[in-house]
């Protein structure tokens, strides 16, 4: 008998939400991730759960409809992690007519499902707050509902759940060869250290290297049905005043979000670039930078240039090309490529995806191979992640019942923990009285038990799992702390620096 019934490569957001929803359905699972959870391009993203305005205009309303659908399903899945997020579309008649714009919103409205989330209005710039960061030349904007999620640590949580559902979650294991027989034979290199494991079923979640897998690991020469585009954000300090995002019509016809980010930033982005090469080596260009800026310059009051900019990241979209559309027309739908031989292991190839659309893609993964698993249902469409079993507009009140418990916390440190475990604080916090009794302090609030609660429930390793990944801590913190942080990771709990 195989080790597994299900061995996943890829622990990004598509892997992970595979790996929970069939850990659900007790299958034996096995996920397997190079670098640490949520590395790649799901901690690169834009951070929406959106249906995607834009994609209105390819006429992808398929796309549009399923992913809207899913926005409230992952809100009340994860209110900690999620949270509704205004959007302000400023009218420039220049680059949209604003009676298009108007219709667009409607559809998006009638089509998006909404029970919890406002409709669309239009705004007076005049008057409203939201006209005070822009130029005196913008007088009118609509204003209509998405979602912003912590992207990163939505990754770790569905791993977090698949293993408390019998999953086994190896990061840091590369899969260095795959053989197929009756079974998969696989070959794990983890960090140095060679282990073979047999699986049932291989589902490549690679993201932006499945190719390279199928190529390295598989040893085949894949279709090419990939294609890869790069995008980058970039952090500022907050540009303005409010809890609103807004939706800037750039001058190439594309548009660029400037949204609040982490209570004193503004995450400003994206580009979207052809690439080619190694997606593991990805960085913001210069060229990339002044284009994010100049669209921010075209409509703030504040004018902001690369010496601003405090953070920047890059990631590789992986785009499913089946050929047969010119690349501007390629969507940002997924495809799952069931690969069945007789006699032979079969493998599901996944391209594509949006984190918004992850759940559903799951779903349908475990759909594609239900003929190897019968007697399977689907349940992760009302079941809370890990920390999110409260309602979806509870996190107010989650915060003040922290504060009466733990009376020791600032109000911004109690936000901050329920915003990223939810219900779950109470098991980084555990049985503390006073801030001493949570260890070692780095830095912008961040504790020794948190970190250590990282360590041995999230899979945290280096600092960068814990200040990129786990939370944005890295924004805050001086190279002195981050080194402490380092040497703190590096050492036995209950040593001299613990
Ligand atoms: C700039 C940008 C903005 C975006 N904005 C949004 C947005 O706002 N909303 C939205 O819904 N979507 C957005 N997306 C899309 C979304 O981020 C991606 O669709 C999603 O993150 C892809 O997840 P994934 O799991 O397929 O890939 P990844 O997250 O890249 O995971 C694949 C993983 O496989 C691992 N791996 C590769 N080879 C091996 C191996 N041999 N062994 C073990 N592990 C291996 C890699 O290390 C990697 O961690 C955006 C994407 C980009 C690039």
């Known amino acids: 008998m195989a080790d597994f019934d299900l061995a996943i490569i890829g622990g990004g957001i598509n892997g992970c939400g595979i790996a929970r929803d069939a850990a659900g359905r007790r ?52 209110p900690h992690l999620i949270r509704p997020l205004r959007f302000v579309l400023p009218i420039n008649e220049a680059r949209r007519s604003p009676t298009l714009l108007r219709l667009g919103l409607l559809l998006y409205d009638w089509i998006g499902w909404r029970r919890i989330l406002p409709g669309t209005r239009e705004l007076d710039l005049v008057t409203d707050q939201a006209g005070l960061a822009l130029k005196a030349r913008f007088h009118h904007a609509f204003e209509y509902s998405d979602c912003f999620a912590d992207d990163a640590r939505l990754v770790v949580l569905n791993a977090v759940d698949a293993a408390e559902r019998g999953a086994v979650i190896r990061t840091r294991t590369r899969c260095v060869r795959a053989e197929r027989s009756d079974v998969w034979r696989l070959v794990l290199n983890a960090r140095g250290q060679r282990d073979v494991i047999t699986a049932r079923v291989l589902v490549n979640a690679a993201g932006a290297w499945s190719e390279l897998f199928a190529e390295t690991a598989l040893r085949v020469t894949p279709p090419r049905r990939l294609r890869l585009d790069k995008g980058s954000h970039i952090v500022v300090r907050r540009l303005f005043d409010h809890d609103r995002a807004y939706i800037l019509q750039a001058a190439d016809g594309r548009v660029v979000f400037a949204i609040p980010f982490e209570r004193d930033f503004t995450l400003i982005g994206t580009t979207d670039r052809a690439f080619t090469g190694d997606p593991s080596v990805v960085l913001p260009t210069g060229e990339e930078i002044d284009y994010l800026c100049g669209a921010v310059n075209e409509y703030f009051r504040t004018e902001i240039g690369a010496a601003d900019v405090v953070w920047a990241f890059a990631g590789v979209r992986s785009l499913y090309d089946d050929g047969a559309r010119k690349p501007q027309d390629i969507g940002r739908d997924y495809a799952l490529i069931l690969d069945e031989r007789f006699g032979e292991a079969p493998m599901l190839t996944v391209y594509g995806g949006k984190i918004t659309t992850y759940r559903r893609l ?96 999230e899979w945290a390793q280096t600092a960068d799992d814990v200040l990129w990944r786990r939370s944005k801590l890295g924004l805050r913190l001086l190279p002195a702390q981050i080194a402490m942080l380092e040497r703190f990771m590096a050492s036995p709990p209950g040593g001299a620096i613990a």
Request: aromatic fraction near 8%; avoid cysteine.
């Open 27 to 78: 299958l034996r699972v096995v996920l397997l991730e190079q670098n640490d959870l949520a590395s790649g391009t799901s901690s690169a993203s834009s951070k929406l759960i959106h249906g995607g305005l834009r994609y209105l205009e390819h006429y992808e309303f398929g796309l549009v409809r399923a992913a809207l659908r899913e926005r409230e399903i992952l809100l009340r899945a994860a």
């Open 362 to 457: 799951a779903e349908h993964a475990l759909a594609r191979l239900s003929h190897f698993f019968p007697h399977s249902r689907p349940w992760t469409a009302h079941s809370a992640l890990p920390g999110g079993d409260f309602v979806y507009d509870g996190v107010d009140t989650l915060v003040e019942r922290t504060q009466r418990s733990f009376r020791f916390l600032a109000a911004d440190h109690a936000r901050r923990l329920v915003r990223a475990y939810g219900t779950r604080l109470e098991r980084v916090l555990g049985t503390a009285t006073r801030l001493d009794d949570l260890g070692m302090r780095f830095g912008a609030d961040l504790t020794g038990a948190e970190v250590r609660y990282l360590m041995t429930t």
